[in-house]
């Protein structure tokens, strides 16, 4: 009797457990055929069976409003349920939900402590917020020693962010032992996988030259990589190596392309130049209008003028005089 008993309740477990996977998959399926109501009401009725990718499913809908109208709280507590059930996934989102105060008061402990739940299982995302907190000491005792283990465990998973910040580590030596070299090693890594801010990041070091021999021409390169993707910074700086004929060939219409990118995009030193092209009428009809134009955001945006500035270009002005825009 009791066996039979005991098969009976495994029975029963079982059909639950495949109607909410069932259920799961389905409202998945609606969700990318963006039917967010039945995706939505399909995810509750199997979050109502404790299917833990279900709840975080409809915690992270209800974060970031995607389809519904956003929640909040509603979204943390489905998060929290799917967490509780050992979710790795549903454990980082929560600690960022408590990291960025998402409808909670910021609380970087409580952070920490769902981010190591998280990195424990291994998931690199977790790893590399927690390396965050503890290069930040943000509900954690400072350590770049602690830092650097969380971001090499997820470097060796190839998390590019972690790959990028243990790179600074050994360029900085915090944590670690000072080894330019393989800083320089980790940046190219996730440069060559397109991560932008390495890339910025080995325009700066080939452009410095202190770690390595300087080279513009390799400088321009990864900026240029950089700037393709969006990059406002690298934008800003490929530009003003066209200005200066750094590693490139002096070139203003490029350089006010460049300019015209990053200052739209709403870099205020990029929209301070960009007024001194029209005012100078360098590449562009000289346009006194759009010059002040660009001035004004930059000065709003803290970026005022400057009398060292104002040199740079009128110097670049005179050495291509005469030379084609």
């Known amino acids: 009797m009791a066996v039979a008993l005991r098969v009976t309740f495994f029975a029963l477990a079982l059909v639950v457990s495949t109607t909410a ?38 915690g992270k809908i209800y974060v970031e409003g ?7 709280v509603k979204g943390k507590e489905f998060l929290l349920q799917s967490a509780q059930q050992g979710y790795s996934i549903a454990e980082y989102d929560l ?12 609380d970087y402990k409580t952070a920490s402590n769902w981010y190591l739940k998280a990195s424990q299982q291994g998931f690199p995302p977790a790893q590399n917020a927690l390396g965050l907190l503890y290069k930040k000491g943000l509900g954690v005792p400072l350590s770049y020693k602690i830092a ?34 393989e800083g320089i090693r980790l940046y190219r890594m996730a440069a060559r996988k397109r991560l932008d801010k390495a ?18 021409e390799k400088s ?29 060939v002096r070139n203003h219409s490029q350089a006010f392309k460049w300019y015209s990118r990053a200052a739209e995009a709403g870099l205020p030193k ?19 209008k759009l010059s002040q134009k660009w001035f004004t955001r930059a000065a709003r945006n803290g970026y005022g003028n400057s009398a060292s500035r104002v040199t740079l270009f009128n110097k670049v002005r005179m050495e291509t005089s005469g030379l084609p825009n």
Do not use: C
């Open 21 to 58: 996977l069932a259920g799961f998959d389905e409202g998945l399926r609606a969700f990318v055929s963006r039917d967010y109501v039945r995706a939505e009401k399909l995810w509750e009725q199997s979050a109502q069976k404790k299917h833990m990718k279900a709840q975080y499913y409809l």
């Open 148 to 181: 650097a283990k969380w971001f090499k465990s997820a470097a060796d998973r190839e998390f590019l962010e972690s790959i990028f910040n243990l790179a600074d580590l050994y360029v900085s030596g915090l944590g670690v032992n000072l080894n330019p070299g």
């Open 66 to 72: 995607l389809g519904v109208r956003q929640d909040l």
């Open 270 to 288: 990029a929209q301070y130049y960009l007024g001194e092209m029209y005012r100078l009428g360098l590449s562009v009809r000289q346009d006194n």
């Open 220 to 248: 321009a390169k990864w900026y240029f990589l950089a700037a393709e993707q969006g990059q406002p910074t690298a934008q800003f700086e490929l530009a003003s190596m066209y200005i200066e004929g750094k590693g490139l």
């Open 95 to 106: 600690g960022k939900v408590y990291e960025k105060g998402n409808g909670v008061v910021v």
């Open 199 to 216: 890339q910025i990041a080995l325009g700066k070091i080939y452009a410095d030259g202190f770690l390595i021999p300087q080279n513009f």
